[in-house]
């Protein structure tokens, strides 16, 4: 018989009581140290940055404090969505900037998921060529970066319009207004008198569609009947303000630009910077999104078909009742992140002067204050802000998606 | 780069304080053995660089004429190109010890910056251009135009203000590179472009076609351009601003580069002190004392550098008006070096 | 005889009936099946040839090909040659410039030493990619650790001076030696820490002085590689530009991400929950901004953050905030792939006695790693695409050489700029497009059938 030498020593070692081992092997040493030492490391970090920051600004004989925002700004910009002149804070210069990014964000978010939803089902479409053509399209946008998608609908494709004193739109008069280098001169929508009515009739809509599609659930749930839910509700939110707008006598008119000596005046004017930052911005992640979207669709199980088929569903409820419903709990995440993605992206609208948050409050009104620190500190706490809010949302809308399983 | 870089790196990832203290600008440029100046992302006449790189230009000279009183060198320079926005932060943080970037001296900019300016090398004012199929003739005709110009500018805020109180309508786009501006103006994005008067004859040579564009007589602004250095160095200013005088002074004595060794024997106590044959100038500044005489001989005089340029012989074809000495009609004038 | 009939043989094959198959018949089930279809086949098929027609007419048919300068692109109108309302592609510009696209304004007489550290790279990267070449251990060691210090000599010229570290700056004139004197006392003094931190908490000294010195020793062979006067002329960072400058900026970006990355989330995934939370923050916060406030910060405000003369190269503060930036999305990343373990790794990984760094070091990573080279490729490929946002902060990237080639009015044309966004788009397109494909293909690869 072999000595089982390991053993042996095995034994000497537990008389000898328990191995020294290094410190750091020892857990709680260790991870009560690590903390210690990067609470001491991130203080001294915090504190040498803000003591440097301190130093460096009093070297420059500035000072830190918010005071200057109610300073007037002094400059103008090109598109404000309130009420602003030279003489406003910047303070206001914030929230025009603000608004604007907001404006650029939520219109490129509707069309970019209206294209990236049509996009992402052509894909899986049994049309060779239609899905073919879908492929490229995702493939081709998605790998150029996004600035130079906005440089090229800015310095490129919008070039190509006509010049400012020949715009196009004038065979109709400008009754769609006037397309030029200078953008999109629109009609102007004026409200009349009795238009709140209208207003209200629309909210009143909604809010009445809610209770009856509640109702409606509730009452199909208990007697199995079905209430023509769609028809009622297109009838309150459309219908009624309609009616109501015609029996007010159609309180809306529109105000037309006329061509002037310096192209089209008057009307609404469309920036050519934010009809090509919006263009780059949403077919750039609708590609983003259509890839979401079919990867969404191709989870789910090909079986949860044929079972709807075979309980005896038509395409159309397999379609509402069986797929979508499914899909959506994959597709919402990462689309959430692609809606966040475009918003932060829309400041690189700073390249080509469209006046949203980064270009004119910390671009403009930083060289003309001179408080990068401020500025920059105000500019990312609102992107975090939006980010942070962005997430809650994703977080509460998962928990309520998410499947119980039993 | 070289010097700093490793020091800088744990510098900044350990968080020591106090690589080195902080030295006057002048022993600091004198370890390093180059000064480093901010000049423009490249405007023709002022700062532009060639196809190798190298730098020319009226705010380049100044600082060529620094690097020529300090190492008596004028080459011992280098070039950071910024942009009207980085350049006051790029000052300020240290990363360029002189700012020589047609910028406009202005009161908020003296006193709230933490910069002074040294001088003005060149007495500009904001002009308008246009294209000349529009027929305008006057800037008052411009109401209900579209504006384009560079942001973080002092043109930004005149033509705002020139537009406001002569209550015309106009849209103003604002971008950020001149580059941008002139390809957005050359497209007719804009009808306008607004920029210092010098800027846009430099600016319009820059476009397809620079003869359809025609700059408007009206300046509506006073822009005296200079160099800017740190405030609280008071060596350092300085240097630089008895270097510019140096050569506006040389101009008004009639040193040029060609003549400047003749001139040192010249019996003008005028010269005699300029050149450093009479007089220790260079020791109040912490220089050699023939500073003045080799920004002379490396750089030139104002008139020499000016009329090399941006003169009337040059491209940009600017005459020398405003910015004549003041004893030809025009108010360059530089304190004696006395 | 009832002769029934009855058939002897069998009948010969008929082709199958006209319109189950040929061209006719795949047009019709794949294109024509419904009206539905047909309509959106048409619509297809338009919108195709809105597309295409011009496009390839702008970039070959009407393309110029060969020229000196701006009168071969340009029409008689604007003082060329071409006929009035030509529109086509101008290569011969592309062509002109195509050295400064490639490497900036970096010395001609110094390429050399940029093709080599391309050549490197391309040799090193493309024997971590290809799965069946050996060596990958190797390889990853020299990929993230030699050739980044190689290629840092090669391009900047190396020789930095040295004049202190961390302690003896207080009390010493900076100089080389003082800074060797200085490394050593500091690599003492820690080795010092370690050693009385081990006596302290009664266990055994050698394995902290081990990895204290480890840590000096690869430090001294870094600093002397960089330090040694190898007689390469200096080249300023402010002449680099073009692809050069692209490629440094994703290269660095994702070396310096992934360790980064691998340490955020591993901290995120603590138990300790200061580190966890300090990891969150972290990533939460470079994840939350737009990377273009993150470069206006390195570039404007960094300085401020700093001592008193520190000043950091333009393209160095990028560097970092490049770097810092894409370490949060990556930390995320390799979280994912952490994640996607199943438990029994590690309970088995504990069962076996490993300690932490052991399990993770030879358990979860290597799996984790594995399951996210998708992941990571994809990252780099929108870090790829994302260092063009460099322009907008002043450093010329090869989108921005090719925007500031506009201003040379030895090729201004009304062609020119689209021209040069054509060429920048297929260069991008060309390395994305690949690196995508290449990220599929693994993902194929690595897909084991386990998943359901």
Redesign the interface.
Known sequence: MTVDTDGVNAVDQMEKGPQKTAFFNNPKIRSSVIQVLLIGILIYGVWSLISNTAANLSAQSKSFGFGFLDNASGFDVSQSLIEYSRASSFWTVYQVGLLNTLLVAITGIILATLVGFSIGIARLSSNWIVSRAAYWYVEALRNIPLLLWIFIFYFGVLRLLPSKREPLGTSLDGALGYLSIGGWIAPKPVAGDMLWLTGLAVLFGIVASFIVSSWAKKRQMRTGQQFPTLYVILGLIIGLPAALFIVTGLPLSFEYPEIGRFGARGGMPVLPEFIALLTALSIYTSAFIAEIVRAGILAINKGQTEASHALGLRPGPTLNLVIIPQALRVIIPPLTNQFLNLTKNSSLAVAIAYPELVSIFAGTALNQSGREVEIIMITMATYLTLSLLTSTFMNWYNNRMALIER | MKAKLLSAAFGAALSVTAVNASAATLDDVKSKGFIQCGVSQGLPGFSQPDSSGNWSGLDVDVCRAVAAAVFGDAGKVKYTPLSAKERFTALSSGEIDILSRNTTWTATRDTQLGLNFAGVNYYDGQGFMVRKELGVSSALELSGASVCTQTGTTTEINATDYFTVNKMEYELVAFEKNDEVVAAYDSGRCEVLTSDASQLYSLRLKLTDPNVHVVLPEIISKEPLGPVVRQGDDQWFNIVRWSFSAMVNAEELGVTSENVDEMKKSENPGIKRLLGVEGNFGEGLGIPNEWAYNIVKHVGNYGESFDKHVGPETSLGIARGVNALWSKGGVMYAPPIR | MANGFVRKEMLAQMPAPAGTKGPLHWLKT??F?TPL?SA??LV??Y??YCIVPPFIDFALISAVWSGESREACATIK??GIKPDGWFGACWPYVGANLKLFIYG?YPVDELWRVNIVYIMFAISALGLLIPTLPFKRQNVFFMFGIFPVVAFILL?GG????????IA?FFME?SYSAFWIDFAVTTLFFAAIAYL??K?????????LRAVFGVAIILVAV?LA??APLGLE?V????WGGLLVTLVIAVTGIVASLPIGILLALGRRS?????KL?CVIFI??W???????VL??S???L????????????L?RALIGVALFSSAYMAEVIRGGIQALPKGQYEGAMALGL??RQMMQMVILPQALKLVIPGIVNTF?GLF??T??V????LFDF?GQI??S??D?TW???VQ??TG?LF??LV??FF??SM?RYSMYMERRLDTGHRS
């Not at chain 3, 020789?159 to 961390?166: D, Q, Y």
């Not at chain 3, 008193?308 to 190269?313: A, K, L, S, T, Y």
């Open positions: 794949n294109l099946s279809n959106a086949t297809a098929l919108a195709l604007q003082g304004r900047t020789h930095l001076e040295l004049n202190g570290f961390l700056v900076p931190l081990a302290g908490t009664d266990s055994d000294p050698i394995p902290n600093l960089v330090s200096h300023e960072t402010e002449v138990n300790m929950p200061i580190v300090i939460e916060f994840r939350g901004v737009p990377l273009i406030t206006f910060m570039s404007v405000m300085p401020l953050f700093l001592p008193e003369g520190v000043d950091f190269d333009k160095l300690n932490y490929i695409k994302d063009t946002l322009l907008i902060i002043g989108l925007q500031s506009y201003s009015p201004a044309s009304p700029s689209m966004y920048a788009a991008y397109w994305c497009f995508a």
